[in-house]
């Protein structure tokens, strides 16, 4: 019974395979953003790698070096 209430699940939260007049809506609301997607914008971003490991040895936590090259639209 539990592995049937998981399939269950996990197939709800599967968008449609094909894009279509009947599927559209549904597409949409699954590619929109949702409840936490947007949380990162929240954090105290640093612009310059040596002022985030500061920050990251001052507080004692760890860095995440995210860098990307580019219009990060175009590589998706």
């Known amino acids: 019974m539990l592995a049937a209430l998981l399939l269950t699940a996990q197939a709800q939260t599967q968008p449609p395979a094909q894009l279509n007049w009947q599927t ?5 609301t699954h590619a929109s953003l949702q409840g936490n997607d947007t949380v990162f914008q929240s954090l105290d ?3 310059r790698i040596f002022d985030g490991l500061i ?3 001052k507080a004692d936590k760890p860095v ?3 860098m990307y090259f580019g219009d ?3 590589h998706c």
């Not at 559209?24 to 949409?28: A, C, G, R, V």
């Open 55 to 57: 920050a990251g040895s």
């Open 64 to 66: 995440l070096l995210w």
């Open 72 to 74: 990060p639209r175009g």
């Open 45 to 47: 971003w640093r612009t």
């Open 24 to 28: 559209f809506e549904q597409i949409k």
